[in-house]
T-cell receptor, first 114, second 114 residues
């Protein structure tokens, strides 16, 4: 499985945008980029995923570099409820037995200050 | 909102005892995952099933752990005998095979083995 690198922690102020970076220099052409987050004392929850194009949903936006070696999760207006560990994960869809399998790294702990 | 449910939410047991954790996946999902989370190791994939058949259990200690899906609405993870190093939060997740393969996590079972 291709590896991702994320900062251990980041801080943000409430109601300001947050850009969470992820490096994945060994990404392959068939790797999807997934983001999950884990709020305190809860299970992880899906945030967003993409392959090549930028993606938007109600929770966040995902900006993918043209060479796909990095991506950025964007929270447009951070709230206190967004304080969580954010995981950037690559998933190769070409290996049938790995379909759906996620390998979690250490993630980025996001603190949101009032 | 359809959710993954896990029971029990908390379990305290003594070393050597058998522990059974249960998971009810979201109706219609055909893939079920078991993860373990500790401070030291983070989130680790233990095993997963598709259409009730085990696809990969390479992350699971084989001598004491076993995972089964007796039917489409129930997945179980058993530890026998339990050891203090098994203390962790165990998460179940379910999803449907496909390009997105989003996983939906349960609230977890917090296991403490004394």
């Amino acid at each position: 499985d291709a590896k991702t690198t994320q900062p251990n922690s980041m801080e943000s102020n409430e109601e300001e945008p947050v850009h969470l970076p992820c490096n994945h220099s060994t990404i392959s052409g068939t790797d999807y980029i997934h983001w999950y987050r884990q709020l305190p004392s809860q299970g992880p929850e899906y945030v967003i995923h993409g392959l090549t194009s930028n993606v938007n949903n109600r929770m966040a936006s995902l900006a993918i570099a043209e060479d796909r070696k990095s991506s950025t999760l964007i929270l447009h207006r951070a709230t206190l409820r967004d304080a969580a560990v954010y995981y950037c994960i690559l998933r190769d869809v070409q290996i049938p037995s790995n379909t759906g399998k996620l390998i979690f790294g250490q993630g980025t702990t996001l603190q949101v200050k009032p | 909102d359809a959710r993954v449910t896990q029971t029990p939410r908390h379990k305290v047991t003594e070393m050597g005892q058998e522990v059974t954790m249960r998971c009810q996946p979201i109706l219609g999902h055909n893939t079920v995952f078991w993860y373990r989370q500790t401070m030291m190791q983070g989130l680790e994939l233990l095993a997963y099933f598709r259409n009730r058949a085990p696809l990969d259990d390479s992350g699971m200690p084989k001598d004491r752990f076993s995972a089964e899906m007796p039917d489409a609405t129930l997945a179980t993870l058993k530890i026998q005998p339990s050891e203090p190093r098994d203390s962790a939060v165990y998460f179940c997740a379910s999803g449907s095979a496909g390009a997105g393969d989003t996983q939906y996590f349960g609230p977890g079972t917090r296991l403490t083995v004394l």
